[in-house]
């Protein structure tokens, strides 16, 4: 799964899920910061990816290195991916 595709489908995510519009989220930003999720957002957005994609999310793995954006989650998701496929 491309990046653009795993990117797409988290933003869809947090539109149905949060009161957001895709316009509104800045694609580098901390989504905890900018008021978008809080901490329970992080455990749904994590359930959410590993039923869609089929990974397994470790407590460990929950960091800011990780979740700390769009951009780092779809980074993120796309090693998981890697890592499996390999």
């Given at each position: 799964m491309q990046t653009d595709q795993i990117r797409d489908n988290l933003l869809d995510f947090l539109v149905r899920n949060f009161v957001?519009?895709?316009?509104?989220?800045?694609?580098?930003?901390?989504?905890?910061?900018?008021?978008?999720?809080?901490?329970?957002?992080?455990?749904?957005?994590?359930?959410?990816?590993?039923?869609?994609?089929?990974?397994?999310?470790e407590p460990s793995d929950m960091s800011r290195q990780n979740f700390g954006s769009v951009t780092r989650i779809v980074e993120f998701v796309a090693r998981k991916l890697?890592?499996?496929?390999?």
């Open positions: 957001v519009e895709r316009q509104d989220i800045d694609l580098d930003k901390s989504l905890v910061d900018e008021g978008v999720i809080d901490s329970l957002g992080l455990i749904e957005i994590s359930a959410h990816l590993e039923k869609t994609h089929a990974i397994t999310i890697a890592k499996t496929a390999s």
